[in-house]
């Protein structure tokens, strides 16, 4: 089976890793719309439009599902993608809430949500989370974390002091919904500051939801994986081979 992802830049990478660890897909095709991240300071139209364009360019490879390894395009576009997608598509949004209700957590347990301001403003989890019970939950968005990941910052001063100014005052939680799919890259430093919280993870989670789904090849060998960027491709490269560590071709965007 060939899957086809995309995110505004580099964070679905953090999908892809999932992806290409359980061996869901014999090939995946990635593109990261480097010249218009971040998405989730954009409108609504406009997450829509870049959400169908990453769908135009990425139909060309005639893939047998869509993966949205972004949350802020999971939020607002995941209807009109699957209105125009001749396959499968899959967001990052349900699955995340299902991994929570999967991994244990209470109904009553302390419950933090970060996103882009998009996601957090769609109200999306917030929605899904009180329709599944969940009573307890705070929702923030954390858009600093975002240009931080895109620079190759994971851990250090400037995001010590990040998390400081987000996370300074909110007290403890017992789960933590990365909900961005850039979050998952900086997942150390996030752990140790909510130390003790299980932390949702959207490649993890959307793993799970795949396989229940049953949207994921037979007895699938190493994925092969094509990556493509709307700009610098260089630098999702390089992102790529830190993050994944594996072979990789990475072409520009035609
Ligand atoms: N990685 C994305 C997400 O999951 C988007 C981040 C951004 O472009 O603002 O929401």
């Known amino acids: 089976m060939r899957a086809a992802a995309f995110d505004s830049g580099v964070g679905g990478l ?34 829509k439009r870049y959400s169908l364009e990453a769908l135009e360019f990425l139909s060309g490879f005639e ?21 125009q997608a001749g396959f499968p598509v899959v967001g990052v949004i349900e699955s995340g809430v299902l991994a929570l209700e999967n991994g244990g957590v209470g109904r009553g347990d ?19 989370l009180k329709a599944r019970g969940f009573e307890n939950v705070t929702a923030l968005a954390a858009p600093l974390l975002v ?13 010590d002091e990040t998390f400081k100014r987000y ?3 909110l007290g403890d939680f017992d789960a933590v919904i990365m909900g ?18 299980k932390l949702v993870h959207s490649g993890e989670a959307i793993v799970e939801y795949l396989k229940a789904n049953n949207l ?24 790529a081979s830190k993050w994944l560590d594996m072979p990789s071709l990475i072409k520009d965007k035609p």
């Open 110 to 128: 302390r419950v933090l949500v970060i996103g882009t301001q998009a996601t957090i403003g769609s109200g999306c989890y917030q929605n899904l």
């Open 147 to 159: 240009p931080l990941v895109e620079e190759g910052i994971f851990d250090g001063a400037i995001v």
């Open 63 to 83: 893939p047998d599902a869509l993966i949205v390894a972004c949350n802020t395009a999971s939020a607002y576009a995941l209807d009109e993608l699957r209105s």
């Open 216 to 239: 994921v090849s037979d007895g699938a060998n190493d994925t092969q994986i094509q990556f493509f960027a709307s700009e610098n491709a260089t630098r999702l490269k390089e992102v």
């Open 180 to 197: 961005c799919t850039h979050y998952p890259l900086m997942q150390p430093a996030l752990g140790a500051w909510f130390k003790g919280a």
């Open 167 to 169: 996370f300074g005052d």
């Open 14 to 47: 953090s999908v892809v890793k999932s992806l290409a660890a359980h061996k869901l897909f014999d090939e995946i095709i990635y593109y990261g719309d480097t010249a218009r991240a971040p998405y989730g300071a954009k409108d609504q139209n406009t997450i």
